[in-house]
């Protein structure tokens, strides 16, 4: 049996996880190795993403900036419910994960912003 969410479905979804969803980038592909990080992440600790919802669906937006000099490949983005913790971060649960074509990053302070929909 498949249930179809109705009305301000996502709405009262979002309102019951909360509004803590954070990115974590990384340099794998294909499916993360675990359910509390991405595949090959950086040393960048999550950032925290906006939220907005409508009636079926959530956008989550966040921006993460490089740490440090050198040319990083970023091919990977999972979303999260905790900001984790350690160098890289980890932990929390795994909500959503993207792969894609190479973004090069190579100086410290640059970034890459995220804008991912969950459509239900």
């Known amino acids: 049996m498949t249930a179809q969410l109705q009305d301000q479905g996502s709405q009262l979804l979002i309102a019951a996880l909360g509004s803590n969803f954070w990115f974590q980038w990384g340099r ?5 190795t675990s359910a ?49 913790s350690g160098t890289p971060p980890t932990g929390g649960n795994m909500i959503a ?15 890459a912003t995220f804008n991912i929909t969950i459509e239900f």
């Not at 991405?38 to 959530?58: C, D, I, K, L």
């Not at 993207?98 to 970034?111: H, K, L, P, R, Y």
Request: glycine letters at 16%; proline letters at 3%.
């Open 28 to 32: 794998g592909s294909n499916a993360p």
């Open 36 to 84: 509390t990080g991405v595949t090959a992440s950086g040393t960048e600790g999550r950032v925290q993403a906006v939220v907005t919802s409508g009636p079926n669906s959530v956008n989550l937006v966040g921006t993460i900036l490089s740490n440090a000099d050198g040319v990083r490949a970023i091919t990977e983005v999972g979303v999260f419910d905790s900001a984790g």
């Open 97 to 111: 994960y993207v792969d894609f074509s190479a973004v090069n990053i190579q100086f410290a302070g640059e970034g």
